[in-house]
Every structure is written in structure tokens, then in C-alpha cells.
């Protein structure tokens, strides 16, 4: 039974690595963004600082939400990208 369990845990675990790419590349008409999930992922180990909702799409993800939570965490932090030109690659 205990056997049965970890192999149903362990495929669920598998399944939801398979789930989000390690890098997202955002397309923007003045340069596309790229985003490393995974290494955010690692550094802020917490998901719901992003995903309030629960893990997947992140319902009114644009645009706003980028420059409010991106950008805003980034000034927050003192680390990772504030600037235009720094996110944005041509
Ligand atoms: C720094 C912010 C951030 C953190 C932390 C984060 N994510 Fe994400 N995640 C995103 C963004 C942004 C997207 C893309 C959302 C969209 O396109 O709507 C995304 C997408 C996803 C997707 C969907 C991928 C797809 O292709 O549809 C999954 C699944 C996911 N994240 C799971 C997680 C899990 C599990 C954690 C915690 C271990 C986590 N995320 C932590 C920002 C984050
Ligand atoms: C922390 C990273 C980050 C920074 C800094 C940033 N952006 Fe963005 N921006 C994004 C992301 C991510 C998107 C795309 C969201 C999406 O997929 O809709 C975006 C989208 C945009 C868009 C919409 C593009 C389109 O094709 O619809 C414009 C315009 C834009 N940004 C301009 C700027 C300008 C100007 C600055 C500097 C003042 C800036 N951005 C700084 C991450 C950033
Ligand atoms: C809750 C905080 C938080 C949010 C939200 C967040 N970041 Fe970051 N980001 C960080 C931190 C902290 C670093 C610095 C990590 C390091 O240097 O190891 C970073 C680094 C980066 C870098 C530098 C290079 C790299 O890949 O590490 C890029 C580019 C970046 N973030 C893009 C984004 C984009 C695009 C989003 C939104 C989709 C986003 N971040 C959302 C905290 C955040």
C-alpha cells in the first residue's frame, strides 16, 4: 500500500516538472522577455508569490502584470532587472 502511494506521488511529482518549461520567452513588440521559471523558482521557492490562484496560466497575465509584479519585485528586492532595455531583448 505505502509502495503504491510514493509510485502515484512520484509520477504526480514527475508529471508537474513536465508541466512548465524551464525558460518562458514572453513576445513583446519592443523586444521579447525572457523568463527563467525554473531558477525563480528555486530562488523564491515559494509559487504563490506568483501564482495566487494555484499553479498554471496566471489569469490577466500582460503587460500590467508584468511591469507591477516583475519589475516591482525586482525594485523590492534590489535584485534582478528594473530597466527597459534589461528585460526587453531586441
Ligand atoms: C516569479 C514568479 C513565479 C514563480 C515564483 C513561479 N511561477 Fe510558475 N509561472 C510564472 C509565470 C509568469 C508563468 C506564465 C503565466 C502565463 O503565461 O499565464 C508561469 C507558468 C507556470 C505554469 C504553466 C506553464 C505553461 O506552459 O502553461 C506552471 C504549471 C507553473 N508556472 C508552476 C509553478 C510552480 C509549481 C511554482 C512553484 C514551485 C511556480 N510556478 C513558481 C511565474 C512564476
Ligand atoms: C522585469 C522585466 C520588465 C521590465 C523591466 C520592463 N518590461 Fe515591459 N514587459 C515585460 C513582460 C514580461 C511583458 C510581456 C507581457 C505579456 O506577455 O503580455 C512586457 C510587455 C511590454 C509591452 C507590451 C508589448 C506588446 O507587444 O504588447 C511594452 C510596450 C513594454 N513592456 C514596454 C516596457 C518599457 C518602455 C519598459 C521600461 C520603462 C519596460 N517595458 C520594462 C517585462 C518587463
Ligand atoms: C517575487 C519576486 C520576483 C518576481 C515576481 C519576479 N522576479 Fe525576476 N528575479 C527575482 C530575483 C530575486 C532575481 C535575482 C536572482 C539572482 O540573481 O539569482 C531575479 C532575476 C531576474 C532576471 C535576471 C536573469 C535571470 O534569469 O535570473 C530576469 C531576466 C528576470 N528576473 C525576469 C523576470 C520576469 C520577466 C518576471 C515576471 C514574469 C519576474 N522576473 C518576476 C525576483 C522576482
Redesign the pocket.
Known amino acids: 500500500m505505502g509502495k503504491v502511494i510514493a509510485a502515484v506521488a512520484l509520477i504526480m511529482f514527475s508529471a508537474g516538472a513536465v508541466l512548465a518549461a524551464d525558460t518562458i520567452t514572453?513576445p513583446?513588440?519592443?523586444g521579447e522577455?525572457g523568463?527563467n521559471h525554473k531558477k525563480h523558482q528555486e530562488t523564491l521557492k515559494d509559487c504563490k508569490v506568483c501564482h495566487e490562484k494555484g499553479a498554471g496560466k496566471i489569469e490577466g497575465?500582460?503587460?500590467e502584470w508584468?511591469?507591477k509584479s516583475?519589475?516591482g519585485c525586482?525594485a523590492d528586492k534590489g535584485a534582478g532587472?528594473?530597466?527597459?532595455s534589461?528585460?526587453?531583448k531586441k
Do not use: D
Request: glycine residues 4%; contains cysteine.
Open positions: 514572453f513583446a513588440k519592443n522577455v523568463f497575465f500582460g503587460k508584468a511591469h516583475c519589475k525586482h532587472p528594473t530597466k527597459c534589461e528585460c526587453h
